[in-house]
Structures are given as structure tokens and as C-alpha cells.
């Protein structure tokens, strides 16, 4: 069995562009994109798409080799902490193939 780690990034629509070129910069080409997720993060106003909270947020999930989650972290944990006011956020667990 293969040990991967899965990779759900959180972040608000107007950044689509900037996460998906460092992700490419990264070497990481496949991934599942959710195009609408509304929601509140502890950093960000809520963006539920109505006219009292426009907006919504991206979901951006790929998996990735065990052994290459460590060379891939410095750059996440650079976009977090670059846009963290933004809603953005990434959650790292542990996926099986």
C-alpha cells in the first residue's frame, strides 16, 4: 500500500491565479478543484455569496507522495502565512492508495 498525504487548500476566489502557478511552480499539475465553497474561517469575514457576505472560497485537494510533502511544505506554509487574512488555510492528512 502506498502511504500519500492529501491536500485540501482553503482560499478566497480572487487568489485562483497565484495559488494555482505556485502550485504548478511546485510540480503539482493534478489535483480537484471545488469552485464555490462558502464558509467562514477564524481569519476571514464569512463569504456565503449573498449580498450581506459576498464572495465565496476555492477548495484546491491533490494528493501527494509521502516522501515529497516535506520539500512541498516550505511553500505552502509561505502561502498560508501570505494569506492567511484571506481565508486561506491547507489541511494536510494522511491518504491510502
Keep these: 500500500m ?6 485540501d487548500i482553503y482560499f478566497d476566489a480572487g ?5 494555482i502557478e505556485t502550485l504548478e511552480k511546485m510540480g503539482i ?3 480537484y478543484k471545488f469552485p464555490k465553497v462558502l464558509g467562514k474561517t477564524p481569519q476571514s469575514e ?7 457576505w459576498p464572495g465565496y472560497f476555492i477548495l484546491i485537494r491533490f494528493k ?34
Design 46 to 52: 464569512p463569504k456565503l455569496d449573498e449580498h450581506i
Design 64 to 97: 501527494i507522495d509521502d516522501t515529497k510533502i516535506k520539500d512541498a511544505l516550505p511553500a505552502l506554509k509561505k502561502m498560508e502565512e501570505s494569506y492567511k487574512d484571506k481565508g486561506f488555510e491547507i489541511y494536510i492528512t494522511d491518504a491510502f492508495v
Design 29 to 31: 499539475n493534478a489535483y
Design 15 to 19: 487568489f485562483e491565479d497565484i495559488i
Design 2 to 7: 502506498k502511504k500519500l498525504k492529501m491536500v
